[in-house]
Structure formats: structure tokens, C-alpha cells
């Protein structure tokens, strides 16, 4: 597998996020290995709390989120997924399944930090990556957060607002980044931020993950993907893992979930779940501050 690792120098001067990266190597099932990143903040020994971002995005996103976590005594553990941040970026497009995106955080979050008593927090992918491994490894896991994010099955038809992003993603010369996490917020976002968000891909020859993602989904029930998102959805709905849904008021691709997790998931019951306010589908990047509250009271 064919892989670029962006300069290190592409994330010297990046606003609000000095996290030094943390690495370790995991297999890439084609007998070579990949190089994974990822940030911590928060004592060693509090709960630890697993990050996972999603698409076009990278770890980033989370910075006004892991200060206000790890204040509140956890320990906050956020990596770049495979093809995204500092995570070693696999060239082409085909070398991305979803297989391979589940397996690659497993064994970064278990055989590499051996982490248990976790609390997810997933957003976009990072949900539908994070699910999969609190449904097939339940032990693992003491707590669930979904924001703005979903487990597809193909069963239920994608917005249209979502086929016009992958069709965007997918055919455009070059990705702009920063532009496409731009379009997914409400409130402004200043040049600086664009640039930390464009800071992991140097050119295009970066970019198979963030246009890989999309094709990814499950829209069609014969999907590679569905019948194990199908048996993670069930096991999720039969769980008593406490689970927080906390979606923004303001994304029109996952927004639809929210109802169906708070109705479906057996751990939502009984708990408040907040909306957040004013915030678009990246709601770390609109409202980070309320949405990392809204995770410390449920922690706690």
C-alpha cells in the first residue's frame, strides 16, 4: 500500500492546538504498516474519553473540546483517522474500505492504548466508525456521545444535500478543505482556522481519504458495509450503555437521526439530551464549548 505522511512542518503554527502527536504503527492488512496519530490531554488515570472525528476533517476540529475534558479530569484520547491529520495518508482511493477504517481506531484504541471503561464521542464518521466498535466490543465501553452522525444501513435513502457533498467531494480538481468544513458550519470561521483545517493535505496527491469517504456509505441494502452496520445497530438498540444524543439544530445531512437514536437506543432512555444551538454539521467547530459542557455532564 502506497502511503504520503504530511511534512511535519505543514502543522508548526496551528491556532489553539499545541498538542504534540503520538504515534504507533498498525497493519495494513497487505503485509506493510501504517503509522497512526493521535493527541491525549488529561491525567492517566481518569476516564478516558475517545474522540473520533470524521470527513474532510481530522482532530483539529476537537481543539475547544479536549481542554474543557480534560479539565474536567478525564482523559481525552483524539486521533486522525487513516488518510487524515498526521495519520499516514494510503494514496489511493480503492486502498480506503470501511473494513479497514474500523479495524485501523480497533487496534489503535485496544492492542495499542488497551483502553477500557471508554466513552465515545463520534461526529460524521467518527460515529460511524465509533459505533461499529462499541457494538462489536461492548466491554470496552462505559458510555456513548453521537453527534451529528448516524450508522447507515442502506436502508433508509441519504439527503439530498449529502449526494450533492459526495458528488462535490468526488469530482472537483483539488480539495479545499477548509472550504468544504467552511460550508458545514454556521458561524464564520477566520483564515487562520481554514488554514488548520487545510494543514494535513499539502496538495491533492493527499486527499484519496477525504474522497474516498463518501462512496463508503452504505446507500444500497446489498452494501459491503450493511449487514454489519445492520447487526451493530441492533446490538446498539439492545444495549443499556448510556448513550447522549447531542445534535446541533443546524445540519441538515445527520439531523434526521437524532429523533431515531433518542426513540431506537435503549442506553438514550432516561437521559437529557441537549440540542445545540446555532451550530451546522461541524457543531465542535460552531458551539465546541457547549457541546463539551453538555459531554461533561453526562460524564459526570
Known amino acids: 500500500?502506497?502511503?504520503?505522511?504530511?511534512?511535519?512542518?505543514?502543522?508548526?503554527?496551528?491556532?489553539?492546538?499545541?498538542?504534540?502527536?503520538?504515534?504507533?504503527?498498525?497493519?495494513?492488512?497487505?503485509?506493510?504498516?501504517?503509522?497512526?496519530?493521535?493527541?491525549?490531554?488529561?491525567p492517566a488515570d481518569g476516564d478516558?474519553?475517545?474522540?473520533?472525528?470524521?470527513?474532510?476533517?481530522?482532530?483539529?476540529?476537537?481543539?475547544?473540546?479536549?481542554?474543557?475534558?480534560a479539565g474536567a479530569g478525564h482523559r481525552v484520547i483524539c486521533p486522525d483517522l487513516v488518510g487524515f491529520g498526521r495519520s499516514d495518508k494510503p494514496t489511493r482511493i480503492a486502498d480506503h474500505t470501511y473494513a479497514r477504517h474500523v479495524e485501523w481506531m480497533r487496534a489503535v484504541a485496544f492492542d495499542v492504548l488497551d483502553l477500557t471503561g471508554v466513552t465515545l464521542v463520534g461526529q460524521d464518521w467518527g460515529g460511524l466508525i465509533g459505533l461499529r466498535l462499541v457494538a462489536e466490543h461492548p466491554d470496552r465501553f462505559a458510555r456513548i456521545v453521537v453527534a451529528n452522525t448516524g450508522l447507515p444501513t442502506g436502508d433508509l435513502p441519504m439527503p439530498d444535500i449529502w449526494w450533492q457533498f459526495r458528488k462535490a467531494i468526488q469530482g472537483i480538481p483539488a480539495i479545499?478543505?477548509?472550504?468544504?468544513?467552511?460550508?458545514?458550519?454556521?458561524?464564520?470561521?477566520?483564515?487562520?482556522?481554514?488554514?488548520?483545517?487545510?494543514?494535513?493535505?499539502?496538495?491533492?496527491?493527499y486527499c484519496a481519504g477525504p474522497r474516498a469517504m463518501p462512496s463508503l456509505v452504505p446507500t444500497t441494502p446489498?452494501?459491503?458495509?450493511?449487514?454489519?452496520?445492520?447487526?451493530?445497530?441492533?446490538?446498539?438498540?439492545?444495549?443499556?450503555?448510556?448513550?447522549?444524543?447531542?445534535?446541533?439544530?443546524?445540519?441538515?445531512?445527520?439531523?434526521?437521526?437524532?429523533?431515531?437514536?433518542?426513540?431506537?437506543?435503549?442506553?438514550?432512555?432516561?437521559?437529557?439530551h441537549p440540542v445545540i444551538r446555532d451550530a451546522g454539521h461541524f457543531l465542535q467547530e460552531d458551539a465546541g464549548d457547549e457541546l463539551a459542557e453538555a459531554i461533561v455532564r453526562f460524564m459526570g
Open 1 to 42: 500500500m502506497e502511503t504520503l505522511r504530511t511534512p511535519d512542518h505543514r502543522f508548526a503554527d496551528l491556532v489553539d492546538f499545541r498538542y504534540p502527536p503520538r504515534h504507533c504503527d498498525v497493519d495494513d492488512d497487505e503485509g506493510g504498516r501504517l503509522r497512526v496519530a493521535w493527541v491525549e490531554d488529561g
Open 48 to 69: 478516558p474519553v475517545l474522540l473520533l472525528h470524521g470527513e474532510p476533517s481530522w482532530p483539529y476540529l476537537y481543539r475547544r473540546i479536549i481542554p474543557i475534558l
Open 176 to 205: 479545499d478543505v477548509g472550504r468544504f468544513v467552511q460550508s458545514g458550519c454556521l458561524r464564520p470561521m477566520s483564515d487562520v482556522v481554514r488554514a488548520g483545517y487545510d494543514a494535513p493535505f499539502p496538495d491533492d496527491s
Open 222 to 272: 446489498e452494501d459491503p458495509a450493511a449487514g454489519a452496520n445492520r447487526a451493530a445497530w441492533k446490538a446498539l438498540a439492545e444495549s443499556a450503555t448510556p448513550m447522549l444524543v447531542a445534535f446541533s439544530d443546524g445540519d441538515p445531512i445527520t439531523g434526521a437521526m437524532r429523533p431515531i437514536f433518542i426513540d431506537q437506543m435503549r442506553g438514550a432512555r432516561g437521559v437529557e
